[in-house]
């Protein structure tokens, strides 16, 4: 089948006039199959059946619909990697519900947002996020008006009055009792704020459609086959661990590994080791972070497949992947908005040698360019422009605004419905690899020339006493902006004046000499959303109000 066609056939699946998700997600699948196997904290492990997960959503589903949830009303959860997450997560799209995620590690302000932005009718959290959902200094009573579902094992321990335990809600439900609900490839069944590296989070209305792909982006980009044991190690919270941990695999009937303790480069390894993963797609910072820890690599890697999202992977590291993991790491492209959508694909039909810097090319299913800054028109190659999807080849395209903030969907598409503009600078070579340079809000800009901060921080980031690094303009009189960074040294590493005039040095000799930041700042740790992506504006501001100050 070429991929025209495999596209073609997952929109007949997914983008039916009408589908149920249920259906499509868990009950299609053989009972006895495993969905996902969660690995506890302790590092035993749970198979979880679509069988039981059937069971399980029904009851759930049954549950909310005697809560008085109807088809289109949104659901919250606040939940970590878990049996019950999934259960949630199923049973409120059986119900014909729309899931809110909602990152764990979000402060109480961040979910407030969300759940008042959603206009959220219940959340369902674990026993240990109760406490932010509590009125208090960061939420007035007053806006409390959804019922909280409490999971885990001390959730009666924490639950307030009014609450409703979950357990006891799947122990009381009849299966039998669950509704099915038929919808469209145009229905909502996710609304996803978008991550905030730029600014206020956005709701994204998801279609089941997305499904369709979710599914390709397994198939083409990740290459996650039957035999594979895949791990999505993102937090299914934000949109690469949702679309590609939860949601894709149910509908291609894959397992997925949960892990439910927080990260660490030790855990990591001993996963990928344990489980003998195959098939690993992971943010950057997680192949960096391994990378740059002094945990010994284990032995008898099985390691077939390697894929990073989320954020530009720094060229070095694809061959550290091939030297280290057995497996060269491709760099893929998406946003909240498109899902992954610029590719390395791994799949047979679509691979190409990586160049390493470059995040791909147009999966199938999906069509892209470079404009130019100063016009709608498709930039040279190698010129610098805007990365746009092209709207008129790309039927797997699912995103057509956002909730109630007409002017920002504006800002996304072109008068003529052309373009989908991402917000990313960038260029396309000619051989059609397209390179990432930064979010067009992030470009610096000295005496008139436009940098991107990424390949400076990658020259930093591949000293090896360098663990992150990211770089922002400041005001400057003259120039306008001025390079600086911002650096987090690797564990044991001393800061000195003597570091700092090297890493410049290094910038000079390996990128070029006008790029060298002029200050390199060393510091703990940098501003990141949840998900994990480096806040460059925060640094910037903060910079400018410095200077403003006159520090
Ligand atoms: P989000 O909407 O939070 O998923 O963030 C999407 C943004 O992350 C994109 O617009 C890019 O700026 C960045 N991004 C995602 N994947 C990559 C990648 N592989 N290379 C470079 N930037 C990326």
Not at 315 to 326: F, H, K
Not at 388 to 397: E, F, K, R, T
Not at 407 to 417: I, L, P, V
């Amino acid at each position: 089948m070429t991929p025209d066609q495999r596209v073609a056939e997952l929109l007949a699946t997914f983008d039916a006039p009408e589908m149920v998700v249920a259906d499509l997600l868990c009950d299609r699948h053989p009972a006895e199959a495993v969905g996902f196997t969660v690995v506890e904290p302790d590092l035993s492990l749970v198979d979880v059946t679509y069988g039981e997960l059937a069971d399980r959503s029904r009851r759930f589903a049954a549950a909310l619909v005697a809560q008085g949830v109807r088809p289109g009303d949104r659901v919250a959860t606040l939940m970590g990697k878990s049996l019950d997450l999934v259960t949630a997560v199923l049973g409120i799209w059986r119900a014909g519900a729309v899931h809110v995620p909602l990152f764990t590690a979000f402060a109480t302000p961040a979910i407030a947002l969300r759940l008042a932005g959603a206009d959220a009718r219940l959340v369902v959290c674990d026993a240990s996020q109760r406490g932010k959902l509590l009125p208090g200094e960061d939420l007035a009573a007053d806006d409390v008006d959804w019922r909280v579902v409490v999971a885990g094992a001390t959730a009666r321990d924490v639950a307030q009055p009014d609450d409703l335990l979950l357990d006891e809600l799947l122990d009381a439900a009849d299966p039998a009792q669950a509704p099915v609900v038929t919808v469209d490839g145009g229905t909502e069944f996710v609304r996803l704020f978008t991550s905030g590296t730029t600014g206020t989070p956005k709701g994204v209305p998801i279609p089941v459609r997305a499904l369709a792909a979710f599914v390709a982006y397994l198939e083409y980009g990740l290459d996650v086959r039957e035999d594979d044991v895949y791990w999505n190690a993102a937090d299914p919270g934000w949109a690469y661990g949702l679309y590609y941990g939860i949601a894709g695999p149910l509908a291609a009937g894959r397992r997925n590994i949960l892990l439910q303790a927080g990260f660490s480069p030790a855990t990591t390894w001993e996963v990928v080791q344990r489980l003998g993963v195959t098939n690993l797609a992971a943010a950057p910072t997680v192949y960096r972070s391994l990378r740059s820890s002094d945990v010994p690599v284990p032995e008898g890697l099985r390691l077939r497949r390697a894929t990073s999202a989320g954020e530009p992977l720094n060229p070095d590291m694809v061959a550290w992947g091939e030297r280290v993991l057995g497996a060269e790491i491709h760099d893929t492209y998406g946003q909240t908005e498109l899902g992954m959508s610029i590719v390395n694909g791994w799949h047979d039909d679509v691979r190409q040698p990586v160049k390493a810097g470059s995040m791909g090319r147009p999966m199938p299913g999906w069509a892209a360019a470079v404009l130019r800054n100063d016009a709608d028109e498709p930039a040279a190659p190698g010129e610098a422009g805007r990365v746009v999807i092209d709207l008129a080849g790309s039927p797997l395209m699912w995103f057509t605004g956002y909730v109630d903030a007409p002017d920002k969907t504006a800002e996304r598409f072109s008068e003529d419905g052309r373009w989908y503009y991402t917000g990313d600078a960038g260029h396309v070579d000619e051989d059609g690899d397209y390179f990432f340079s930064s979010r067009d809000d992030d470009v610096i800009i000295m005496a008139g020339y436009r940098i991107g901060p990424f390949e400076i921080e990658s020259v930093l980031v591949a000293d090896d006493r360098v663990a992150e690094a990211a770089v922002v303009g400041v005001p400057d009189d003259l120039r306008g902006e001025v390079v600086e960074a911002f650096v987090v040294l690797a564990p044991g590493v001393e800061s000195t004046p003597e570091l700092a005039a090297e890493l410049q040095h290094r910038v000079k000799t390996k990128l070029a000499a006008h790029l060298f930041p002029r200050t390199v700042h060393v510091v703990d740790e940098l501003p990141k959303t949840p998900s994990g992506k480096i806040q460059r504006f925060h640094l910037r501001r903060a910079r400018a109000a410095e200077i403003a100050a006159g520090a």
